[in-house]
């Protein structure tokens, strides 16, 4: 490996404030971000369209160590891609972000790909490859998945595939690589201590934004990862670490400052850890001069900080409630009680913060008595439930192997297809009944949910049958 590599993390901040001029010689590296079939989520809808953040943090990290970087969206072009002027060059390497609902267009995209240029070197990352590494690498014609979290990893793959010394592929940790018909996998690789060391975004990287489309809303995060493990949740990056205050501050300021944005969602999992560490991140977020939005707990939360959240530019917290029965909230892990939930609605309103609630149906534990009490809930408090979606089993959770353990999920592949049809927030979707209750009873909740927010709120969303 490259004698700079013994201090990965090192190299990746000093590219960051240093970046190296691009480098003719390297490998361009060609991005790819797949199509949704997703009905965004009301209030949510800009992020179907801005900066993914994930592919921001590779794409800008290869930009800085010196590799010629393009990204293709296919959420916003979705018209055919004619990839010959990619493969004029000889050395391109394709990366694929990978998410939940992305098998079914991956799949033909690599087809279209390999039939373009057989021996083309692609690579996948993101959350859906390092949730289910074996089973889409077994069905899928790549060569390597970047398991975790990619930007160290990503630096030295690249640079091993520059030099083109493959013997050394096997001693890059978090990785999976294909080698005489077998998956192979390394080490485990240490994730980033320090997330002040993650370079400034390069927002230009991304076609939208080169032809001059404006960047008034975005997303970021001050954290990774998350310390609590809800039965459902989908994380993939299970140690959870902050950024410091002020290393947060520069880099929204630099955003800012550099695209005139007026509006951010914070991406954190939970936004509120530790109360004096969230204090100095609202007062950073007050001096950018931008409106903002987050997630949190119930149970994190008080007046005096609500009130210092608004004070800085807080319009709305996004709420996991999920559901409002304590067996429910039990059965999930969720370790937080429906008492705390009622004080948190009280205390967020009362702070002139707009309570966006999120609710799923078909928990394990579901019961009738259980929807009931969550369609009261909904409608005798003064809460946006702006997320309702059935229960979804994603791959590396609880629920998971639950459904795959029970029988409800037989077909790994056909299921993750199914996946690449939901809607979310749709009252058609394919249900993975985990439930004792009808598949008829679960719809009829969701419908009736939906009728008490259009008639209170109009039409937040595009499915009101």
Same mark, same amino acid.
């Given at each position: 490996?490259?004698?700079?590599?013994?201090?990965?993390?090192?190299?990746?901040?000093?590219?960051?404030?240093?970046?190296?001029?691009?480098?003719?010689?390297?490998?361009?590296?060609?991005?790819?971000?797949?199509?949704?079939?997703?009905? @965004?989520? @009301?209030?949510?809808?800009?992020?179907?369209?801005?900066?993914?953040?994930?592919?921001?943090?590779?794409?800008?990290?290869?930009?800085?160590?010196?590799?010629?970087?393009?990204?293709?969206?296919?959420?916003?072009?979705?018209?055919?891609?004619?990839?010959?002027?990619?493969?004029?060059?000889?050395?391109?390497?394709?990366?694929?972000?990978?998410?939940?609902?992305?098998?079914?267009?991956?799949?033909?995209?690599?087809?279209?790909?390999?039939?373009?240029?057989?021996?083309?070197?692609?690579?996948?990352?993101?959350?859906?490859?390092?949730?289910?590494?074996?089973?889409?690498?077994?069905?899928?014609?790549?060569?390597?998945?970047?398991?975790?979290?990619?930007?160290?990893?990503?630096?030295?793959?690249?640079?091993?595939?520059?030099?083109?010394?493959?013997?050394?592929?096997?001693?890059?940790?978090?990785?999976?690589?294909?080698?005489?018909?077998?998956?192979?996998?390394?080490?485990?690789?240490?994730?980033?201590?320090?997330?002040?060391?993650?370079?400034?975004?390069?927002?230009?990287?991304?076609?939208?934004?080169?032809?001059?489309?404006?960047?008034?809303?975005?997303?970021?995060?001050?954290?990774?990862?998350?310390?609590?493990?809800?039965?459902?949740?989908?994380?993939?990056?299970?140690?959870?670490?902050?950024?410091?205050?002020?290393?947060?501050?520069?880099?929204?300021?630099?955003?800012?400052?550099?695209?005139?944005?007026?509006?951010?969602?914070?991406?954190?999992?939970?936004?509120?850890?530790?109360?004096?560490?969230?204090?100095?991140?609202?007062?950073?977020?007050?001096?950018?001069?931008?409106?903002?939005?987050?997630?949190?707990?119930?149970?994190?939360?008080?007046?005096?900080?609500?009130?210092?959240?608004?004070?800085?530019?807080?319009?709305?917290?996004?709420?996991?409630?999920?559901?409002?029965?304590?067996?429910?909230?039990?059965?999930?892990?969720?370790?937080?009680?429906?008492?705390?939930?009622?004080?948190?609605?009280?205390?967020?309103?009362?702070?002139?913060?707009?309570?966006?609630?999120?609710?799923?149906?078909?928990?394990?534990?579901?019961?009738?008595?259980?929807?009931?009490?969550?369609?009261?809930?909904?409608?005798?408090?003064?809460?946006? @439930?702006?997320?309702?979606?059935?229960?979804?089993?994603?791959?590396?959770?609880?629920?998971?192997?639950?459904?795959?353990?029970?029988?409800?999920?037989?077909?790994?592949?056909?299921?993750?297809?199914?996946?690449?049809?939901?809607?979310?927030?749709?009252?058609?979707?394919?249900?993975?009944?985990?439930?004792?209750?009808?598949?008829?009873?679960?719809?009829?909740?969701?419908?009736?949910?939906?009728?008490?927010?259009?008639?209170?709120?109009?039409?937040?969303?595009?499915?009101?049958?």
């Amino acid at each position: 490996m490259a004698n700079r590599f013994i201090n990965i993390e090192k190299f990746l901040e000093d590219v960051s404030h240093h970046p190296l001029p691009t480098d003719r010689n390297k490998p361009s590296f060609l991005m790819i971000v797949p199509a949704s079939a997703q009905i @965004p989520t @009301p209030g949510r809808e800009f992020f179907l369209k801005v900066p993914i953040e994930g592919v921001s943090y590779i794409s800008t990290t290869l930009k800085n160590a010196g590799y010629k970087v393009e990204i293709i969206d296919y959420r916003i072009n979705s018209k055919s891609v004619d990839f010959e002027k990619f493969f004029n060059n000889d050395r391109v390497v394709i990366g694929i972000a990978t998410f939940a609902d992305s098998y079914t267009f991956i799949e033909d995209l690599i087809k279209k790909i390999r039939d373009k240029k057989k021996d083309v070197c692609i690579i996948l990352g993101g959350p859906f490859i390092s949730s289910a590494p074996e089973i889409l690498m077994r069905n899928l014609p790549v060569d390597y998945a970047i398991l975790g979290e990619g930007e160290l990893t990503i630096l030295e793959l690249m640079e091993v595939l520059s030099v083109g010394d493959k013997e050394e592929i096997s001693k890059i940790p978090g990785i999976a690589y294909k080698q005489n018909g077998s998956i192979i996998f390394t080490n485990h690789r240490r994730q980033i201590a320090d997330l002040d060391y993650l370079p400034f975004l390069d927002l230009n990287l991304w076609p939208s934004i080169q032809n001059g489309s404006m960047v008034e809303k975005v997303g970021f995060s001050s954290t990774r990862g998350c310390y609590n493990s809800c039965s459902f949740c989908f994380k993939t990056i299970p140690l959870a670490r902050k950024m410091s205050p002020a290393g947060f501050g520069k880099k929204v300021r630099y955003l800012v400052n550099k695209h005139n944005i007026k509006f951010a969602f914070i991406n954190d999992l939970t936004f509120v850890i530790g109360r004096e560490r969230t204090i100095q991140l609202c007062s950073e977020l007050k001096s950018s001069g931008i409106r903002w939005a987050c997630s949190t707990r119930v149970d994190n939360i008080d007046r005096e900080l609500l009130e210092i959240m608004h004070d800085c530019g807080c319009e709305e917290i996004w709420y996991g409630i999920e559901s409002v029965d304590q067996k429910v909230l039990d059965a999930n892990f969720k370790k937080t009680t429906v008492e705390q939930i009622e004080e948190a609605v009280k205390l967020t309103n009362e702070a002139g913060i707009k309570f966006m609630a999120n609710f799923i149906i078909g928990l394990l534990g579901e019961t009738e008595v259980s929807l009931n009490k969550m369609i009261k809930f909904i409608d005798t408090h003064n809460v946006i @439930p702006c997320s309702i979606k059935y229960l979804t089993p994603f791959p590396g959770t609880h629920i998971y192997n639950y459904a795959r353990k029970k029988g409800l999920i037989k077909d790994e592949i056909g299921y993750f297809k199914s996946l690449s049809r939901r809607k979310v927030n749709y009252s058609e979707d394919e249900i993975i009944n985990c439930t004792g209750i009808s598949e008829r009873t679960l719809r009829d909740a969701f419908k009736r949910i939906r009728k008490i927010s259009y008639d209170r709120y109009g039409p937040l969303d595009w499915n009101i049958s």
